[in-house]
């Protein structure tokens, strides 16, 4: 257990949907990153928040948004849902000496 | 077009046996590099990681090893354990700057009894 959690387990959809998916990072941990990772892809870095702020922004789409509230879980927000963005979504959170705990996903199917 | 390339999708070894899983990146500012080992419906965990001042780092049953000129690092696993079974990922970083962090698509290892 990475102790980095993440809700819902599973989650469908239909095209054109919103969807909000969350987690909750290592007990201390300031750092919260979100990745995809699609069917023959590696992790792909989407967003990055610390302490409440956007850190880094990678290949985050712009119908994707993410906030990190004062208790630290953050949320992604996915829009306007396309049949691509089935996926899992990993929420990894880090501390002081940088290593990266993962969450166990949320597997998104839009139908 | 990726940084960070495994290009061997899947592995078979058998048990007791040696299971090496190749990486190579084509960012030469790349100097921290780390695998990470997942199992269905879990998220990765952290398994080893080297620096480019060396060129070896072991823990345990896993070595990686790291030709910088050839842009290439390896994961030894020996003996391979059937619970080794899973998908690991390359990644690299430039420094320890955890924000840049590239992984590789995985490479798939089955270990057969």
């Known amino acids: 257990d990475s102790g980095v959690t993440q809700t819902p387990k599973h989650l469908i959809t239909a095209t054109g949907q919103r969807v909000t998916l969350r987690c909750s990072p290592r007990s201390g941990d300031l750092s919260v990153y979100w990745y995809q990772q699609s069917l023959d892809q590696g992790l792909q870095f989407l967003i990055q928040?610390?302490?409440?702020?956007?850190?880094a922004k990678g290949n985050i789409l712009e119908r994707f948004s993410a906030q990190q509230f004062p208790d630290l879980h953050s949320e992604l927000n996915l829009s306007s849902l396309e049949l691509g963005d089935s996926a899992l979504y990993f929420c990894?959170?880090?501390?002081?000496?940088?290593?990266?705990?993962f969450g166990p996903g949320t597997r998104l199917t839009v139908l | 077009d990726q940084q960070v390339k495994q290009n061997s999708p899947s592995l078979s070894v058998q048990e007791g046996r040696i299971s090496i899983l190749n990486c190579d990146y084509t960012?030469?500012?790349?100097?921290?590099f780390l695998w990470y080992k997942k199992y269905p419906a879990e998220g990765p965990t952290f398994l080893i990681s080297i620096s480019s001042i060396k060129d070896k780092n072991e823990d345990g049953r896993f070595t990686v090893f790291l030709n910088k000129s050839a842009k290439h690092l390896s994961l030894h696993i020996v003996p391979s354990q059937p619970g080794d079974s899973a998908v690991y990922f390359c990644?690299?970083?430039?420094?320890?700057?955890?924000?840049?962090?590239?992984f590789g698509p995985g490479t798939s290892l089955s270990v057969i009894p």
């Open positions: 928040y610390y302490n409440g702020e956007e850190r």
């Open positions: 990894a959170s880090s501390g002081p000496s940088g290593g990266r705990y």
């Open positions: 990644a690299a970083s430039v420094g320890t700057s955890y924000d840049k962090v590239i």
């Open positions: 960012n030469s500012m790349f100097d921290y």
